[in-house]
């Protein structure tokens, strides 16, 4: 093929033109459009499905929080959630990378089973999987029911509530697997300590 | 339900969903590409381009608006990221540096997406949708350009034209990535992906503790990141971020946006070379060897047998509980085996098969599906040497579709099939040897180094995924994957362009009693074996270094 810089400049100039115009197609028009109709019609899902309580806003029902005493130690008062690679910041989304048999996440694992198991007064082998491993996003909003019910003791007790209360409030809170056959049961650490702290407040 | 029974329904469901929309979007790309009528805002774009869409071109001039347009694109975007911190809605950040913005405008020019950055920390909004979504648009279609130019090639005879460049790629732009993500984008805000211009946000939770919550024009560009194989995502945590997918339909939805074009081309091929038949033999080598996959990740991530997630209780950790084990792999599987590269979990944490798997399937040469175009046209050069073995088996020479593969053509194909697994292995060896790899690994012995492996393959094969413990983010891998990835990407399309205007030219051999019957299940066999013993000879070596050997340890 000919490699006279005449030739190779025609296309280079067509191809800023048309990346141009392609640009102001895809990075301009169709962004804003999509913006638009998301802003009309689920302005609440498109704006991060924000959560208010006591009049302001304390979260997004999709980010998880941590849920620590002012020591910055968990507050045996709240349902716990997953643990995270970044302390859920959403500025820093990701996970640790470990690999499965790696033995430094081997170590984490086994100190995350006896501090779950000993502060929610549980055997080590009642300790769900997703009590001691963490996320992907490292905000996962969920926890497994298994994980919110080894909880329900330790919290009921922190409120001075009934353990047959909180367990009521985890039941309602399960979430299924969506269409009942695509991923996991699950249940929403924000949406289930709300509702605790109704309860809680009576 | 149990699980099993939930991940079969869930798979069987992908596949009848992919089984109904590939007719009609197969027919509908080759309606779309054998037109010769013009939209009126394609009409407007072509003059605003000043090219004539119905002008035919031969094959270099084809290849060369292909590199003048990926070229004028990378330089686009680096000045984009070099220059972000003077643009609107840059939040603050400082413009990307020289050796990253290389890095990442390569990567999505390549439609790669390989994410030297992390997305919430470094891109402005205007970079991501006015930049790198539009390379996701573009690079696509790109892709897709050049795999109807092959079939072109295919389907004439005695010319050497093979269609116009801009005019393909308008039209794979407007009439098919377009309109689809559109649709999708709307749905999965419904869903509860986010879309907006916003500043981060500060609340403070329950707890009385400050958080930053982030916002973005995340919905249109997860849509056509993942219909356009591209998978560079808006955060560091990718997909696996609730704001990108927040519920296991809006997985499964990516999941089919991911496959969808893919597993169609083959359609669009069958049509445009007048015989559907010859488009399922290609499909049905995609599919047996996407699904064998799925099940191989499926099965060793519910057995977890590594140390630390046998102590788990399972292998949750980089996976998300809204996903779980099922749907991780699921979503794995299909990112790894098509161009893509998003993640809906982290892949550095999988068992150490799993991994393997997950790798394989890279450097199978992205075939099974293969990304949009990448995959068709991957798959046909795997068939010419497909066919080649055969022909060598039973003595006669080679012809496909009616073409004969002559040593021009097998030679061109055999460069094709060579270009990756050197600049993988190459790639792998270097960085290995002069210790780079090592410094950069996250994870220690055989999982370190898949580590590496891992990187070179997912750049080399335009995939963009990562184990992404590696800490990519250095002058030297920013520079070798970044050229692994252009190289990785523009080479084979020369080959491909290449052989594309070489069959064009040919007249038609007659189909007699010796020909090869390439429409039937065997040779769809033929071509599966082809795929797996070329690559798998390949990559043995390396493989058992890494992620075999931390495989069989456990």
Redesign the interface.
């Known amino acids: 093929?000919?490699f006279n810089p005449r030739?190779?400049a025609r296309?280079?100039?067509?191809?800023?033109?048309?990346?141009?115009?392609?640009?102001l197609?895809?990075?301009?028009i169709?962004?804003a459009?999509?913006?638009g109709?998301?802003?009309a019609?689920?302005s609440g899902?498109?704006?991060?499905?924000?959560v208010e309580?006591d009049g302001?806003?304390?979260?997004?029902e999709?980010?998880g929080?941590?849920?620590?005493?002012?020591d910055g130690d968990p507050?045996p008062r709240?349902f716990q959630p997953?643990p995270s690679h970044s302390g859920?910041?959403?500025?820093?989304?990701?996970?640790?990378?470990?690999?499965?048999?790696?033995?430094t996440?081997?170590e984490?694992?086994?100190e995350a089973?006896r501090q779950v198991a000993t502060f929610n007064g549980v055997r080590e082998d009642e300790?769900?999987?997703?009590a001691?491993?963490?996320?992907?996003?490292?905000?996962?909003?969920?926890?497994?029911p298994e994980y919110a019910a080894i909880q329900t003791h330790r919290v009921a007790e922190a409120n001075d509530l009934s353990a047959d209360e909180v367990a009521g409030l985890v039941e309602d809170h399960i979430e299924g697997?969506?269409?009942?056959?695509?991923?996991?049961e699950?249940v929403n650490v924000l949406a289930l300590?709300?509702a605790l702290?109704e309860l809680a407040q009576g | 339900?149990n699980e099993s029974?939930?991940d079969i329904?869930?798979v069987s469901?992908l596949i009848v969903a992919l089984v109904l929309v590939h007719r009609p979007l197969g027919d509908y790309m080759a309606a779309v590409y054998s037109s010769t009528r013009h939209l009126r805002?394609e009409r407007w774009?072509y003059r605003?381009?000043?090219?004539d869409p119905d002008a035919e071109m031969r094959w270099?001039?084809y290849?060369?608006?292909v590199?003048?347009?990926s070229?004028?694109?990378v330089l686009?975007l680096y000045l984009l990221q070099r220059v972000q911190n003077h643009l609107p809605w840059s939040l603050g950040f400082d413009p990307i540096t020289p050796d990253q913005a290389f890095n990442t405008a390569v990567s999505f020019v390549a439609n790669t997406n390989w994410q030297s950055y992390?997305g919430?920390?470094a891109m402005g909004h205007l970079v991501q949708?006015?930049?790198l979504?539009?390379q996701n648009?573009?690079s696509a279609a790109v892709g897709m350009a050049v795999a109807v130019a092959l079939v072109r090639g295919f389907a004439r005879f005695r010319t050497g034209e093979l269609g116009n460049f801009?005019a393909d790629?308008?039209r794979g732009?407007?009439r098919v990535l377009?309109p689809i993500?559109?649709l999708f984008?709307?749905v999965l805000?419904?869903?509860?992906?986010?879309?907006?211009?916003?500043d981060?946000?500060q609340?403070?939770?329950?707890?009385?503790?400050d958080?930053?919550?982030?916002?973005g024009?995340v919905?249109?560009?997860e849509a056509?990141k993942h219909l356009g194989t591209n998978g560079g995502g808006f955060?560091?945590?990718n997909s696996?971020?609730?704001?990108s997918s927040?519920?296991?339909?809006s997985?499964?939805l990516l999941i089919f946006l991911i496959l969808v074009i893919p597993f169609s081309m083959p359609r669009t091929f069958g049509r445009m070379v007048g015989n559907v038949k010859q488009g399922w033999t290609i499909v049905a080598a995609m599919g047996v060897i996407w699904l064998a996959g799925v099940i191989a990740v499926t099965v060793v991530e519910h057995q977890?047998?590594?140390?630390?997630?046998q102590?788990?209780?399972?292998?949750?950790?980089?996976?998300?509980?809204?996903?779980?084990e099922g749907?991780?792999s699921l979503f794995a599987v299909s990112t790894t085996m098509t161009s893509t590269g998003a993640?809906?979990?982290?892949h550095?944490?999988?068992?150490?098969l799993s991994?393997g798997v997950l790798i394989f399937g890279m450097v199978l040469g992205e075939v099974a599906p293969g990304g949009v175009g990448s995959g068709l046209y991957g798959m046909l050069m795997l068939a010419v040497i497909a066919v080649f073995i055969s022909g060598l088996m039973v003595g006669r020479t080679p012809e496909y579709l009616g073409k004969k593969l002559g040593a021009r053509e097998i030679k061109l194909a055999a460069l094709y099939i060579l270009v990756t697994p050197a600049l993988v292995l190459g790639g792998t060896a270097y960085a290995m040897a002069n210790g780079d790899g090592e410094e950069a690994m996250?994870?220690?012995g055989a999982?370190g180094f898949?580590e590496v492996l891992y990187a070179y393959a997912s750049a080399s094969n335009n995939n963009g995924s990562a184990?992404?413990?590696l800490g990519a983010n250095t002058e030297f891998f920013n520079t070798t994957l970044g050229l692994c990835m252009l190289l990785g990407r523009f080479l084979p399309m020369v080959f491909v362009l290449a052989l594309a205007g070489s069959l064009a030219e040919q007249r038609r051999v007659p189909v007699t009693a010796g020909t090869l019957r390439t429409h039937q299940p065997l040779f769809a066999g033929m071509l599966v074996a082809s795929t797996v013993v070329v690559a798998g000879l390949t990559f043995f070596p390396a493989l058992s270094l890494g992620p075999l050997a931390?495989g069989l340890?456990?």
Do not use: C
Request: zero cysteines; aromatic letters at 8%.
């Open positions: 093929m000919s030739v190779m296309p280079l100039w067509a191809a800023l033109r048309a990346l141009l115009v392609l640009t197609v895809t990075g301009v169709y962004p459009v999509i913006t109709v998301a802003q019609a689920f899902k498109a704006n991060g499905s924000m309580a302001r806003e304390v979260g997004s999709l980010i929080q941590t849920w620590n005493d002012a507050d709240w997953r859920y910041d959403p500025g820093a989304t990701g996970s640790g990378q470990l690999g499965a048999s790696d033995p996440l081997v984490t694992v086994a089973r300790v769900p999987p997703d001691v491993t963490g996320s992907g996003s490292a905000v996962d909003p969920h926890i497994s697997r969506d269409l009942g056959f695509l991923g996991n699950r300590n709300l702290r | 339900m029974l939930a329904l869930a469901a805002v774009i605003s381009i000043g090219a270099t001039a290849l060369r608006g590199l003048a347009f070229f004028v694109g686009f992390s919430e920390a949708a006015g930049g979504a539009v648009f573009v801009w790629l308008v732009t407007i377009l993500s559109v984008a709307i805000v419904a869903l509860g992906t986010i879309q907006n211009f916003s981060i946000q609340v403070q939770t329950l707890t009385g503790t958080q930053s919550v982030t916002g024009p919905a249109s560009q056509i955060y560091n945590a696996a971020h609730p704001f927040p519920d296991a339909i997985n499964m977890a047998p590594g140390t630390a997630s102590l788990a209780g399972g292998s949750m950790e980089g996976k998300e509980q809204r996903f779980g749907a991780s993640i809906n979990s982290f550095d944490s999988f068992q150490g991994g996250t994870n220690v999982h898949s184990f992404a413990g931390e340890a456990t």
